[in-house]
DNA sequence: CAGTGGTCTAGACCACCAA
DNA sequence: TGGTGGTCTAGACCACTGC
């Protein structure tokens, strides 16, 4: 407030730039409590709803989160490194070097685990796996869990066919998971297509995950193909964008 | 408004839903106008503020597009696919069954070009490069057009000790491009590594990519590695994410 | 010039949380 | 029970667009 050098920015966003160098400078740490909103309004001498906007910016940017009748959080930043391509992820290039930094040891929980046989897919799957309308697959749902935090959703689809009796129907699908069952039954991964786009969740996307609709999710679906180029599995990951460094690492 | 099936529903959700879903289904199409604020306002019987909230929810999924003034209108979703991996990109299993459409035909434009020689680097950026706090750098900036629209904006971090008087420090660089050259100066690049994140733009990249300030971009950076394990470029790209899908191929 | 979206005011009621 | 954030109202002025 000191020079008034940009006359021309609103000031809700002001009042983000403002609480967002407090945030960085380390004046509100991790966990800690923001102002709540009738005080910021009341110091920046503004009407609530501004102040209001002001920290939907914050909150779409996962910089803070609101927790109803409570107040308003910063919310820690420590991204979880997912390696897309495990072969080479501990090699000579990769060794500590990177831009963000970011915690890849590591490994979350499992939860909300859903299996679900003889479904019908998707128009967008089935093209993919190549079935015909009538074939049907095997949906295997589940959430990761990282201190404390959803951060995490994937959805498998399989052909029924393909899986039917084995363990990739269970539960639990034993050490290794899909994929060495998919080996067991003649079906080993081969090959692999990670897709990645970005964009806001759906509401169930935003409520599994616990996070506001206008923050963003990374969108990674990864098919697997066995030796004979048959795509035998399609995983669909929807991942907090605030918690997620993906890499990916390959020869020229 | 027939009957009333969730009361637990906010109104400005309501209106979102409801416009998203005359999107989606063909009733308003890529470029149409949607009604004025003021009209929406008045069909649904809430304040002017509540139809904004749905339009800023809009506007956030990239579905819409506000010009100020004018009106506010469907956003064309049509993503460039990029490949991360350009030697596995036409292979066997590429063969058009992929989850999302996209055109990866079509070149961009290229647009903004700058280059700056002997310029300090970020931090971040001297590490991974393994200079010293006194080693510069050479920074090439662009933003990339795809009909008519900004898609992508790039900086690449190199050495200047590296490329000191050769053609990457002109505007145009030649045929092949930055790695090209590189090649010429005896450092091929021989590995990569893309590191990808979801964020909201600060305010220059939003300008630059003249996109909302709560739309979220893609964050990608490449590191370009030679034969000698020696990082000898950064590529940071910003990716507006309602016009890229990226995709990455590797094998098991 | 009329209409549009962008910003802002000054209130209100509610559900939820913590004390 | 008092304070919090979530939602909503009914206006306002402004800059900008398109006619």
Same mark, same amino acid.
């Given at each position: 407030? =000191?020079? !008034?050098? =940009?006359?021309?920015?609103?000031?809700?966003?002001?009042?983000?730039?403002?609480?967002?160098?407090?945030?960085?400078?380390?004046?509100?740490?991790?966990?800690?409590?923001?102002?709540?909103?009738?005080?910021?309004?009341?110091?920046?001498?503004?009407?609530?709803?501004? #102040?209001?906007?002001?920290?939907?910016? @914050?909150?779409?940017?996962?910089?803070?989160?609101?927790?109803?009748?409570?107040?308003?959080?910063?919310?820690?930043?420590?991204?979880?490194?997912?390696?897309?391509?495990?072969?080479?992820?501990?090699?000579?290039?990769?060794? /500590?070097?990177?831009?963000?930094?970011?915690?890849?040891?590591? =490994?979350?929980?499992?939860?909300?685990?859903?299996?679900?046989?003889?479904?019908?897919?998707?128009?967008?799957?089935?093209? #993919?796996?190549?079935?015909?309308?009538? !074939?049907?697959?095997?949906?295997?749902?589940?959430?990761?869990? &990282?201190?404390?935090?959803?951060? &995490?959703?994937?959805?498998?689809?399989?052909?029924?066919?393909?899986?039917?009796?084995?363990?990739?129907?269970?539960?639990?699908?034993?050490?290794? /998971?899909?994929?060495?069952?998919?080996?067991?039954?003649?079906?080993?991964?081969?090959?692999?297509? !990670?897709?990645?786009? =970005?964009?806001?969740?759906?509401?169930? !996307?935003?409520?599994? @995950?616990?996070?506001?609709?206008?923050?963003?999710?990374?969108?990674? #679906?990864?098919?697997?193909?066995?030796?004979?180029?048959?795509?035998?599995?399609?995983?669909?990951?929807? @991942?907090?964008?605030?918690?997620?460094?993906?890499?990916?690492?390959?020869?020229?």
């Amino acid at each position: 407030m =000191s020079h !008034e050098p =940009s006359p021309a920015q609103p000031k809700y966003r002001r009042i983000a730039d403002e609480l967002r160098a407090a945030i960085k400078s380390g004046q509100y740490r991790a966990g800690d409590r923001l102002p709540g909103e009738n005080a910021l309004a009341a110091d920046h001498e503004v009407a609530p709803m501004t #102040v209001r906007q002001a920290l939907a910016l @914050l909150r779409s940017e996962g910089l803070v989160e609101s927790r109803k009748g409570s107040g308003v959080y910063v919310q820690p930043f420590s991204p979880i490194r997912r390696h897309g391509i495990p072969r080479l992820a501990r090699d000579q290039w990769n060794s /500590g070097k990177t831009i963000w930094s970011a915690d890849d040891a590591r =490994s979350p929980g499992i939860d909300q685990v859903s299996v679900t046989e003889n479904a019908t897919a998707p128009e967008h799957v089935r093209n #993919v796996l190549g079935l015909r309308p009538d !074939e049907k697959v095997c949906v295997r749902g589940r959430r990761y869990i &990282m201190d404390a935090r959803p951060v &995490m959703l994937a959805t498998s689809f399989l052909p029924q066919a393909l899986v039917a009796g084995s363990p990739i129907t269970q539960a639990d699908t034993g050490p290794g /998971g899909i994929y060495a069952r998919l080996s067991d039954l003649g079906y080993a991964p081969a090959h692999f297509r !990670e897709e990645v786009r =970005s964009r806001t969740p759906s509401d169930e !996307e935003a409520t599994r @995950l616990s996070i506001p609709a206008d923050r963003p999710v990374l969108k990674v #679906v990864r098919t697997a193909f066995d030796a004979d180029g048959r795509a035998v599995e399609i995983n669909e990951m929807t @991942l907090d964008s605030a918690s997620y460094i993906l890499e990916y690492a390959f020869d020229a």
